[in-house]
């Protein structure tokens, strides 16, 4: 298993304004995951951010908007760029823990972001 | 274009009847079928899963049974209690050969089971 924490739980930012949310893991994980949850929505994958290898990015997301960086194989970190209104959303990372394909993907409990 | 459909949207059941919830794929490179479980402020929680080589598998009050040549799976909960009231997501990937293990998630139910 893995247990994954988040910082900050929540913020509330201004317009314009760049936001870091820091995923950590409390084992060594190989691949970790970053969604988006938006307010009564589903999840939507941002990017895959594996240790030692520039993070991929779904369709319709940017590095130049969400940089993510990959340390380690315990920590990862995913900023929200120049944020607006429409960047409210809760931001969660998961990982796969290294080994079994078929185990399961954890989920932290994501940071709640309101920009105004 | 969304790969994973869900319904029913929402569903309010009573307490001791069944909720059962259904997903639909298109991409047949799927081959893991997970059904998460999200509360209010918490990050979703795996609940069961599923591989698309067998058509049924029961973990307590939980059933996933999975359809393959119609592309569709459903989540069965028998003995609905109040506790179980919460955001249901399917979703689907890839988990093998040259995989990338991404969750493709469909939009999610809101149970509501009534005491």
């Known amino acids: 298993s893995a247990v994954i924490s988040q910082k900050p739980s929540r913020d509330i930012c201004q317009r314009g304004t760049s936001l870091t949310i820091q995923c950590q893991v409390d084992s060594q994980v190989t691949m970790m995951f970053w969604y988006r949850q938006q307010p009564g929505q589903s999840l939507t994958l941002i990017a895959t951010a594996n240790q030692g290898s520039e993070a991929t990015y779904e369709s319709g997301f940017v590095i130049d908007k969400f940089p993510i960086s990959r340390p380690n194989l315990t920590f990862s970190t995913l900023t929200v760029s120049n944020m607006s209104p429409e960047d409210s959303s809760i931001y969660l990372c998961?990982?796969?823990?290294?080994?079994?394909?078929?185990?399961?993907?954890?989920f932290g409990p994501g940071t709640r972001l309101t920009v105004l | 274009q969304q790969q994973v459909k869900q319904s029913p949207q929402s569903l309010i059941v009573q307490k001791g009847g069944i909720s059962i919830i259904n997903c639909a794929y298109e991409?047949?490179?799927?081959?893991?079928f997970p059904w998460y479980q999200q509360f209010p402020g918490k990050g979703p929680a795996l609940l069961i899963a599923i591989r698309p080589d067998v058509s049924e598998k029961k973990e307590g009050r939980f059933t996933i049974s999975f359809n393959k040549s119609a592309k569709q799976f459903s989540l069965h909960i028998m003995d609905s209690q109040p506790g179980d009231s919460a955001t249901y997501f399917c979703?689907?990937?890839?988990?093998?050969?040259?995989?990338?293990?991404?969750?493709?998630f469909g939009k999610g139910t809101l149970l509501t089971v009534n005491p």
């Open positions: 979703a689907a990937s890839r988990n093998s050969g040259g995989s990338n293990y991404k969750l493709t």
């Open positions: 998961s990982v796969f823990p290294t080994g079994n394909s078929w185990s399961e993907q954890f």
């Open positions: 991409n047949t490179a799927f081959d893991y």
